[in-house]
């Protein structure tokens, strides 16, 4: 039978949070573990520049991205790791997808719109062809499944789109993907304000666990979390969004759905409650934090892994743009 392929990225923009882990992360480590897969997970440091950043931290995010990966149980051998950069036919490929891409479209997207009015002294050609580098990342390695969560969705979308134009003028030229959204923790909300995503961009530190946060820090920040003022517990996402959002997490922690969460925790105070999801994340992330500082401590192995993960990728990606770019009439060799 062959081999699916999976693919994800995630950008080095800060520390990830629980959000990014449980939404994402989590899911790649089952999936790591199917022989059936065939997996390649990226650093998106090329995405990061969209927003003004100082080089030396998009160069140490990068490598603690790199660290974090592994931290978190990624193989190597299991998997192909590398960063979006190393591998130029990303970029290259964006640009031929670009031409078969609507100003329209680009500029439709939820994304796009929050992140142009967040950041309204720079909106960039980069933060608007962000989609299209997403969707040559993804279709570079005749995807079949993107792991990622809700609020990437639109952009897969658009990634499926731009495939299947370009395939309905050239011929099959790229595999049409689909996302696969984890069962629990998919969305994951903000702690001071659950109508909000938990976001790495968060102003307000306490809204988000960093997945290297200390267990002191994982209970200061889940105790003063936003509930309600009726002392039910109850899994109910519209009425009580700060206690489902707790109950979504400890769900994503423990491998139950939300209700079973809720059932398991019926009749406990808040505060109780709190602890309760604390516990358990803090628990879940004290190995990830050791690990990281070990791998920290060796630059030399994370720069080795990243070139080796580089090459075996550019390797798959290469053939595909060399596909596309004979399909559009470039003269390949
Ligand atoms: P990024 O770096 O913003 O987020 C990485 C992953 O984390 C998920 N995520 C969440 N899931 C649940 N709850 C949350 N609060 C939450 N916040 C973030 C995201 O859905 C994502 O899966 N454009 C992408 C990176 C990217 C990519 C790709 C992903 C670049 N190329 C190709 C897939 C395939 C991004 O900015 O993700």
Known sequence: MEKKVIYSAVQPTSQLTLGNYLGAVNNWLKIQDDEQNDCIFAVADLHSLTIRRAPEEVESRTLS????????????????????????????????????????????????????AKHADNVNMGLMDYPVLMAADILLYDTNLVPVGVDQLQHLEIT?????????????????????????????????????????????????????DSEADIVKKFKRAVTDSEAVIAYDPEKKPGVSNLLTILAAVEGVTP?????????????????????AVAAMLKPVREN??????????????????????????????????????????
């Not at 078969?100 to 142009?116: L, N």
């Not at 209700?259 to 516990?279: F, P, S, T």
């Not at 500082?293 to 798959?316: F, I, P, Q, S, T």
Request: glycine share 6%.
């Open 160 to 212: 499926r789109d731009i495939a299947i134009r370009f395939n309905n003028i050239y011929g099959e030229t790229f595999k049409v993907p689909e996302a696969l959204l984890g069962r629990a923790g998919a969305k994951i909300m903000s702690l001071s304000d659950p109508l909000a995503k938990m976001s790495k961009s968060d102003p307000n530190p306490m809204g988000r666990i960093n997945v290297l």
């Open 65 to 116: 991205l790199l660290a974090q990966f592994l931290a978190f149980g990624l193989d190597e051998k299991k998997n192909v790791i590398y960063v979006q950069s190393h591998v130029a036919a990303h970029t290259r490929l964006a640009w031929i997808l670009n031409c078969y891409t609507y100003v329209g479209e680009m500029a439709r997207m939820t994304q796009f719109k929050d992140k142009s």
């Open 292 to 333: 990281y500082a070990a791998l920290m401590g060796d630059k030399a192995y994370l720069l080795d892994m990243a070139r080796r993960g580089a090459e075996k990728a550019a390797a798959r990606a290469d053939k595909t743009l060399a596909r596309a770019s004979k399909a559009v009439g470039l003269l390949v060799d």
């Open 259 to 279: 209700e079973q969460a809720a059932a398991e925790c019926e009749g406990m105070m808040y505060g109780h409650l709190k602890l309760r999801v604390a516990d």
